[in-house]
């Protein structure tokens, strides 16, 4: 079964600190993605990578930045964490597209952070 | 781009097929329609997907108008576990980026399973 792990289920930092978040996924994908989900709002699209080193803007990547070192890691930075960037962070993975299989899209549990 | 219209809500009884309906009337030729579901306190996970014909898999079935303007998620017998948020997408060879797969998601549709 893919797998798809986030760092933290909860987490609580104050405005200002920067803030890290870890994904792993362990089934070789080559592209990995981030969304935030908020009540009302659905889940939408902040950064994706399609290979390491490599990343594009999703839908709203203000405030946000990410660093793909490793194929299997992907990890999501807040550089001074906001108040309204409080959310549910959501990361997935997949193949690339193209390789003959369907464009399933595996996702994590989650990271609730919070910034007070 | 094309956006899909569903129910906010439905409710259904266990053991009884449940039927997810999804508008979509400005799709074009090349549009793909996933499904995707989020159980409580989960990340979302994927149902099924499909062109133009009719597809099934262990998980549901998904039922595509001739026209393609709408389609529907078939779950052929509910469980308690079935009870989610489900999501209908469309997606563009436009929202295919250097082999990543761009997916926007809706509100979706929140299903209650009545035991």
């Known amino acids: 079964d893919v797998k798809v792990t986030q760092s933290s289920r909860y987490l609580v930092k104050r405005t200002g600190e920067k803030v890290f978040l870890e994904c792993v996924q362990d089934m070789d994908h080559e592209n990995m993605f981030w969304y935030r989900q908020d009540p009302g709002l659905g889940l939408r699209l902040i950064y994706f990578?399609?290979?390491?080193?490599?990343?594009e803007k999703g839908d709203i990547p203000e405030g946000y930045s990410v660093s793909r070192e490793k194929k299997e890691r992907f990890s999501l930075i807040l550089e001074s964490a906001s108040t309204n960037q409080t959310s549910m962070y959501l990361c997935?993975?997949?193949?690339?597209?193209?390789?003959?299989?369907?464009?399933?899209?595996?996702f994590g549990p989650g990271t609730r952070l919070t910034v007070t | 781009d094309a956006k899909t219209t569903q129910p906010n809500s439905m409710e259904s009884n266990e053991e009884e097929p449940v039927h997810l309906p999804c508008n979509h009337s400005?799709?074009?030729?090349?549009?793909?329609i996933h499904w995707y579901r989020q159980l409580p306190s989960q990340g979302p996970e994927y149902v099924i997907h499909?062109?133009?014909s009719n597809v099934n898999n262990r998980m549901a079935s998904l039922a595509i108008a001739e026209d393609r303007k709408s389609s529907t998620l078939i779950l052929h017998r509910a469980t308690l576990r079935d009870a989610a948020v489900y999501y209908c997408?469309?997606?563009?060879?436009?929202?295919?980026?250097?082999?990543?797969?761009?997916?926007?998601f809706g509100q979706g549709t929140r299903l209650t399973i009545n035991p």
């Open positions: 400005t799709i074009s030729g090349t549009d793909y």
């Open positions: 990578s399609y290979d390491v080193k490599m990343k």
């Open positions: 997408i469309l997606s563009h060879r436009k929202d295919i980026i250097q082999g990543a797969q761009k997916l926007v």
């Open positions: 997935a993975s997949s193949l690339f597209y193209g390789a003959g299989t369907s464009y399933e899209q595996y």
């Open positions: 499909g062109l133009t």
